[in-house]
């Protein structure tokens, strides 16, 4: 719950796949680039001279490291009035301290899912959402069934989903089929044709989205909906992005661990818990750390209210009512030291299940060459509802299982830094004022700023240098020369 009123200003307050081997689901309409990319412009982000120096001096104090554990704050700051709160304050507030917040229903007051999803009463407007989505399929996950960390999936049309839905409500919110919830469902991507929403200024920086609707082939922008006691378990969001949460009707319950605090609550075997709410984390045998776990933050999430989640913050996420939210995953200059910090902890993950099967498996050099090993090998693992399993020895191999581990690898993950990495270049050496998304000649130089950080370390990695970089243009470390140069010339008197 919130504690304490809603107050009328600030108050000081207290994780799909991005692999580019997995196909996504191809929806049964889809619009054409252009429409897509005028429906979801982004408000121009602006940073100033005075943020941009801030935010240059608080990671400077970092060393090129990432922030380190932090206790949950006693309350979530609550932000009022759209006109009160700028995105210097946003930068100050909750994205360099990496805390989360909620906004107000009046951020949103005027977006058209919240006109034209919801009836009069606040509940899901099931007409108009069969008049417009009917035939679309969506993707549906079981609530009431378990699958490693996450809930097993199905496909179905729209109108056979709300077609449950209804009988789930006359049936006093029961069915023999569970409790099911539409989850992960790329409406922006594949049938924009509506005014949807607006994307805040706060949240317009987000090169996810960015890298995604450069290539035209996906996205990081979901729609949820389900009934009341649908939930999600607990997870920290993909690349340890931020993510932005909008319930356009209905209530949710949010509970929430600072970065760290989840190590407390593996069990004896290294796990993480599929549900925090479950007695069995009393159980001192099982989780023997768990007393040494604070509470949850715990948020009440109101109809039209706008949660931001920081960077490696651990979650859970119940439905109170009936309720359709939109969702964005979103990587900036903010939190890419924390991608990179977690793409390292991902392939010595790997490295060590690998090695496991090194030491026990006959022949291993050679089961490392046969493809099927990849789906025998290595022992399913979650990370926030994907599963990996695969597995090999020989470096390429490596790079295919940290795909279906993380759904990225460093070959990867080069490649975006490349094409964020290019369009702030285009802006410093033009001196622009902006580019034609808005980018300002201050914030492409902190995201350039960032880019050159993360990327002098990924470019000296000894498994980045073990990959075959001859094809790429530019090379790593001719981007590398030029981001510095850039950076030196921006921030030249």
């Given at each position: 719950?919130?504690?304490?009123?809603?107050?009328?200003?600030?108050?000081?307050?207290?994780?799909?796949?991005?692999?580019?081997?997995?196909?996504?689901?191809?929806?049964?309409?889809?619009?054409?680039?252009?429409?897509?990319?005028?429906?979801?412009?982004?408000?121009?982000?602006?940073?100033?001279?005075?943020t941009l120096?801030?935010?240059?001096?608080?990671?400077?104090?970092?060393?090129?490291g990432?922030?380190?554990?932090?206790?949950?704050?006693?309350?979530?700051?609550?932000?009022?009035?759209?006109?009160?709160?700028?995105?210097?304050?946003?930068?100050?507030?909750?994205?360099?301290?990496?805390?989360?917040?909620?906004?107000?229903?009046?951020?949103?007051?005027?977006?058209?899912?919240?006109?034209?999803?919801?009836?009069?009463?606040?509940?899901?407007?099931?007409?108009?959402?069969?008049?417009?989505?009917?035939?679309?399929?969506?993707?549906?996950?079981?609530?009431?069934?378990?699958?490693?960390?996450?809930?097993?999936?199905?496909?179905?049309?729209?109108?056979?989903?709300?077609?449950?839905?209804?009988?789930y409500?006359?049936?006093?919110?029961?069915?023999?089929?569970?409790?099911?919830?539409?989850?992960?469902?790329?409406?922006?991507r594949?049938?924009?044709?509506?005014?949807?929403?607006?994307?805040?200024?706060?949240?317009?920086?987000?090169?996810?989205?960015?890298?995604?609707?450069?290539?035209?082939?996906?996205?990081?922008?979901?729609?949820?909906?389900?009934?009341?006691?649908?939930?999600?378990?607990?997870?920290a969001?993909?690349?340890?992005?931020?993510?932005?949460?909008?319930?356009?009707?209905?209530?949710?319950?949010?509970l929430?661990?600072?970065?760290?605090?989840e190590?407390?609550?593996?069990?004896?075997?290294?796990?993480?818990?599929?549900?925090?709410?479950?007695?069995?984390?009393?159980?001192?045998?099982?989780?023997?750390?768990?007393?040494?776990?604070?509470?949850?933050?715990?948020?009440?999430?109101?109809?039209?209210?706008?949660?931001?989640?920081p960077?490696?913050?651990?979650?859970?996420v119940?439905?109170?009512?009936?309720?359709?939210?939109?969702?964005?995953?979103?990587?900036?200059?903010?939190n890419?030291?924390?991608?990179?910090?977690?793409?390292?902890?991902?392939?010595?993950?790997?490295?060590?299940?690998?090695?496991?099967?090194?030491?026990?498996?006959?022949?291993?050099?050679?089961?490392?060459?046969?493809?099927?090993?990849?789906?025998?090998?290595?022992?399913?693992?979650?990370?926030?509802g994907?599963?990996?399993?695969?597995?090999?020895?020989?470096?390429?191999?490596?790079?295919?299982?940290?795909?279906?581990?993380?759904?990225?690898?460093?070959?990867?993950?080069?490649?975006?830094?490349?094409?964020?990495?290019?369009?702030?270049?285009?802006?410093?050496?033009?001196?622009?004022?902006?580019?034609?998304?808005?980018?300002?000649f201050e914030?492409?130089?902190?995201d350039?700023?960032?880019?050159?950080?993360?990327?002098?370390?990924?470019?000296?990695?000894?498994?980045?240098?073990r990959?075959?970089?001859?094809?790429?243009?530019?090379?790593?470390?001719?981007?590398?020369?030029?981001?510095?140069?850039?950076?030196?010339?921006?921030?030249?008197?």
């Open positions: 719950m919130r504690v304490g009123p809603k107050p009328q200003a600030l108050v000081q307050r207290k994780r799909g796949a991005f692999c580019l081997l997995v196909s996504r689901l191809v929806l049964t309409v889809s619009a054409p680039a252009e429409v897509r990319r005028r429906v979801l412009r982004p408000v121009p982000s602006w940073m100033d001279r005075e120096a801030l935010a240059d001096r608080h990671f400077r104090g970092l060393g090129g990432v922030p380190g554990i932090g206790q949950a704050p006693g309350r979530v700051a609550f932000v009022s009035e759209p006109g009160d709160f700028s995105y210097a304050d946003f930068v100050r507030g909750f994205l360099l301290p990496n805390l989360p917040c909620v906004f107000s229903s009046a951020f949103t007051r005027g977006w058209g899912s919240r006109r034209r999803w919801v009836t009069p009463a606040g509940k899901p407007d099931f007409d108009h959402l069969l008049r417009t989505y009917g035939d679309v399929v969506v993707p549906v996950a079981n609530c009431g069934v378990q699958e490693y960390n996450s809930n097993p999936k199905e496909h179905m049309p729209l109108r056979d989903y709300i077609t449950y839905w209804k009988e409500i006359e049936g006093g919110y029961s069915s023999p089929r569970g409790c099911l919830y539409l989850k992960d469902w790329h409406l922006c594949d049938f924009p044709v509506e005014d949807v929403f607006t994307l805040p200024v706060y949240f317009s920086s987000d090169w996810l989205n960015e890298f995604w609707d450069a290539l035209d082939v996906d996205d990081y922008r979901f729609v949820y909906a389900g009934p009341a006691g649908s939930w999600s378990p607990f997870h969001d993909i690349f340890r992005s931020f993510s932005w949460s909008v319930n356009v009707c209905g209530r949710k319950k949010w929430l661990f600072p970065p760290g605090q190590e407390a609550l593996r069990d004896r075997h290294g796990n993480l818990p599929y549900d925090v709410t479950s007695p069995a984390l009393c159980d001192t045998h099982l989780h023997p750390r768990s007393q040494l776990a604070g509470p949850p933050l715990e948020i009440t999430q109101e109809a039209g209210e706008m949660v931001f989640v960077s490696g913050w651990h979650h859970q119940h439905n109170l009512d009936d309720t359709i939210s939109i969702n964005h995953n979103w990587v900036n200059g903010f890419l030291a924390n991608m990179w910090c977690f793409l390292q902890q991902e392939l010595c993950a790997v490295q060590e299940e690998v090695s496991e099967w090194r030491d026990s498996m006959p022949d291993w050099h050679h089961h490392c060459q046969v493809e099927q090993l990849r789906v025998e090998a290595i022992s399913a693992r979650s990370l926030g994907l599963q990996a399993q695969g597995g090999c020895g020989c470096q390429a191999e490596l790079w295919v299982i940290m795909r279906s581990c993380s759904g990225i690898n460093f070959e990867d993950f080069y490649h975006f830094l490349k094409v964020i990495a290019e369009k702030r270049l285009l802006v410093l050496r033009e001196a622009a004022a902006e580019d034609s998304a808005g980018l300002g914030q492409a130089a902190f350039a700023g960032r880019i050159t950080e993360v990327l002098a370390s990924l470019v000296v990695h000894p498994n980045f240098q990959v075959d970089t001859s094809a790429f243009s530019p090379q790593p470390k001719e981007l590398l020369q030029q981001l510095r140069e850039a950076v030196d010339a921006a921030v030249a008197p």
